[in-house]
């Protein structure tokens, strides 16, 4: 009889030992799928303040999404190295999703983006609440052979809070554009309203300003094609831009002036729906 108990006893112990083994594989293994960032670094700038996790429940494709969280101000990205040949064009897009997303200081150029780390490089940096869509980095890898591309909460412009999701990345190495037909887009913002060490500063663009503007762009297109002897042409789509511009970006070295992320908000819708070369900001910065 005791060898009996004995025997049902080793069986029982048995079971248990199989049932936590399993247990404990389970729990390893989806630890491992959330914390699995294959070839991915993770980085941040405050650190141990952003989570970064796989995310299984939102994801947009089959795969996994990259989740970063951040309940405080941060910068925090997940990067990877990646082999680029010198002097080509290349196209990252990803899909993203965003969750109460906001820069600090209400900085634009600020939010879930991607990004080249250790530049300026960068796509457009989504805000708020909002569903998945796709964005785009287009850069030139001029004469750099590896470079960490970056999906990011935050930038170098500032630092953001709330929660981003990333995924299906993908790069594409792009052909060198040997066009000589150029497209530029003009917009005139009619309207200068900023705060300058506590003052407002309000300018306005004249209607004979803008006939001023309009005719020394169609002198530029009339050039580009002259000098060229016909070889290269310009076209000029111009905007009138009744939003005002409310923020001028700052340098101790040469002082106000209009960077990218000032006009990005009033200008993107635009820009995305066409194929431009180059772009031009026209503002009124004196009286």
Not at 107 to 134: L, P
Request: net charge negative.
């Amino acid at each position: 009889m005791k060898r009996q108990e004995k025997s049902l006893l080793g069986r029982i112990t048995y079971i248990i030992t199989v049932i936590i083994l399993c247990v404990a594989l389970y729990f390893s293994y989806q630890y491992y799928q959330s914390n699995n960032f294959n070839d991915f670094v993770r980085s941040e700038l405050n650190l141990y303040t952003s989570k970064f996790k796989r995310e299984d429940k939102v994801k947009y494709s089959d795969s996994k999404s990259y989740k970063i969280e951040s309940q405080e101000y941060n910068d925090a990205m997940f990067y990877e190295k990646v082999k680029v040949k010198k002097n080509t064009p290349y196209k990252v897009t990803c899909m993203v999703k965003t969750e109460n997303v906001e820069a600090q200081n209400g900085k634009s150029g600020v939010g879930a983006q991607i990004s080249i780390e250790g530049s300026t490089e960068r796509s457009s940096a989504i805000q708020g609440t909002s569903d998945w869509q796709e964005i785009e980095l287009i850069f030139n890898s001029k004469n750099r052979e590896e470079i960490n591309i970056g999906f990011r909460l935050g930038g170098n412009l500032g630092e953001a809070k709330g929660t981003a999701w990333f995924s299906d990345f993908k790069i594409e190495e792009g052909i060198p554009e040997n066009n000589n037909n150029w497209n530029f887009a003009c917009f005139i913002f009619k309207t200068t309203d900023v705060t300058i060490d506590n003052n407002n500063v309000k300018l306005q663009v004249s209607d004979v300003d803008i006939r001023d503007i309009e005719d020394t762009i169609s002198r530029f297109e009339t050039s580009c094609r002259t000098l060229s002897q016909g070889k290269m042409s310009a076209k000029c789509d111009i905007y009138e831009v009744e939003t005002p511009l409310s923020k001028l970006s700052y340098d101790e070295e040469f002082g106000y002036y209009v960077a990218p992320e000032d006009v990005e908000s009033q200008i993107k819708d635009t820009i995305s729906k066409n194929n431009y070369d180059h772009i031009f900001v026209i503002v009124r910065l004196r009286r």
